[in-house]
């Protein structure tokens, strides 16, 4: 028994004296911090578009707000069709879509949804001299819509109540350009939310509005269904301060609220002078816009003469840019009827009531400030600004002094301005058909560029061809 125990006593003994072997747990590398934000999108007017001034679209501006709340640096990934955005967001190849989509039953049963950015209405399209239809029955050709949109739920909601209703999808085009098939007389119907239908229509005037099939429905951002409780959460905190702040607000009126006039007589007479009369004065404008996109130049002088040198009116102002004398002489025009004489003063006057503006307005709104001070005067315009204030507006938003500025022809609020009466009201309608007529020319410049880029992409692909063939001739290889 002693000897058991010594033993034993001696093995524990070694036992003790042997290093201890730790298996050492194998230690992960923590993730990255995530650096980008990655946002699914689609290419249109108010969703997502590059321009020669940049990257623009309401859906663009808010997400570019949102990677700044993050401290992310923003990738916008533009994707074909509504189809590719749902496999990208189910692939995690995109943090959320932001492309102008609507609120739908569908949409919630297979994402989380975001706030809403804006509203709309769906509406149906046809073109002039289409029998215009009652209602939705009295059809008399199929629907052609986008594949996966929300016209698609709207119109199977429709046909339990119209079993005769027919329609097709587009996988490969969007809403613009089926609207330019209505144009085009290619098809018959389609179905467009409001807000592309007003900024369309500056371009293809013939479109029509029919019955409204669906109102008020929310256009939300489209986040993944699981996983997504911080984004979630920080989507909700960046939505409610930048709805505070009034961005929300600028938003809608800078994409918007200047299309909702619509005159068919004046867009289809623009697209003519564009033609027409434009060729004669566009180098001239591009040459003295100074600091100014010279297409806003050309849109102001459209605006004020309708591109005629020859332009007066019964108090005095006269030219393209329609020059008061005392205007003419401050920028040391001497003949306001000269084409070149008036264009370099008109020019030389914006760019100097740009300058006087003050810095807490935006770069982006600056321009509508001094337009509106280029139709009633800078004076008047400070009123406006001060009578802002004093109601707890913005007096540095465009969005804001558009509302202020008609109450310059009422006597209760125009006795307390420093200048007196003016027609706010006109300012207001002056500054919003210029922004229509800028559009259209950014839409034209845009169209015209595509068309070049195309005529050079063939001329490439044929001098290709010239020289396989010659180099085929000479190996004596048969033409490729």
């Not at 003994?13 to 072997?21: D, G, H, I, M």
């Not at 975001?114 to 002039?128: E, F, M, N, T």
């Not at 229509?201 to 099939?213: D, K, N, V």
């Not at 033609?275 to 459209?302: E, H, M, S, V």
Request: proline share 5%; glycine share 6%; hydrophobic share 40%.
């Amino acid at each position: 028994m002693t000897r058991i125990l010594v033993v034993l006593l001696t093995l524990t003994l070694l036992a003790a004296c042997q290093k201890v072997a730790v298996e050492q747990a194998e230690v992960m590398p923590e993730p990255a911090a995530k650096t980008q934000l990655n946002v699914g999108t689609l290419y249109g007017s108010q969703i997502f578009v590059t321009t020669g001034q940049g990257e623009a679209g309401f859906d663009f501006e808010m997400a570019a707000g949102f990677a700044d709340f993050l401290e992310l640096d923003l990738e916008m990934k533009p994707y074909a069709n509504i189809g590719e955005l749902y496999t990208a967001l189910d692939k995690g190849e995109i943090d959320f879509i932001a492309a102008g989509l609507a609120d739908t039953q569908k949409r919630r049963e297979m994402f989380r949804l975001g706030p809403p950015l804006y509203r709309v209405d769906q509406v149906l399209i046809y073109k002039q001299g289409t029998k215009v239809p009652k209602d939705i029955s009295q059809l008399e050709d199929k629907i052609t819509v986008i594949t996966d949109s929300s016209f698609v739920e709207t119109l199977a909601q429709l046909q339990k109540l119209y079993p005769d209703i027919l329609w097709e999808q587009e996988n490969d085009r969007d809403s613009e350009e089926l609207m330019g098939m209505i144009a085009r007389g290619e098809i018959t119907y389609t179905i467009a939310y409001s807000t592309t239908l007003d900024i369309n229509r500056r371009f293809m005037p013939e479109l029509r509005a029919g019955p409204i099939l669906k109102e008020s429905q929310a256009i939300v951002w489209l986040l993944p269904p699981n996983k997504s409780d911080q984004l979630m959460s920080d989507l909700l905190t960046f939505w409610h301060q930048e709805k505070r702040s009034g961005t929300l607000a600028h938003l809608n009126e800078k994409y918007f609220a200047h299309v909702k006039r619509f005159d068919y007589v004046d867009t289809r007479a623009f697209l003519r002078a564009i033609d027409n009369k434009l060729p004669r004065y566009k180098d001239k404008f591009q040459f003295y816009a100074g600091d100014i996109d010279w297409r806003k130049l050309a849109a102001t002088a459209y605006q004020e003469s309708h591109w005629n040198p020859n332009a007066r009116s019964p108090t005095g102002v006269r030219g393209l840019m329609m020059l008061t004398l005392p205007t003419a002489k401050q920028v040391g025009i001497q003949n306001r009827l000269d084409p070149e004489q008036s264009i370099k003063g008109g020019a030389k006057y914006l760019n100097d009531i740009l300058k006087r503006l003050p810095d807490s307005i935006p770069e982006s709104q600056r321009m509508w400030f001094a337009l509106a001070s280029y139709n009633i005067g800078y004076g008047h315009v400070e009123d406006a600004r001060k009578l802002a204030e004093s109601m707890g507006l913005n007096p540095s938003a465009w969005r804001d002094l558009k509302e202020v500025l008609p109450l310059l022809q009422k006597r209760k609020y125009y006795k307390r301005t420093r200048y007196g009466y003016a027609r706010g009201s006109e300012a207001v309608h002056y500054v919003d058909s210029i922004r229509r007529y800028y559009d259209t020319l950014v839409w034209v410049d845009n169209q015209n560029q595509m068309i070049e880029d195309e005529k050079a992409r063939a001329e490439e692909t044929q001098v290709v061809e010239l020289s396989n063939n010659e180099n085929s001739e000479l190996s004596g290889l048969p033409p490729q």
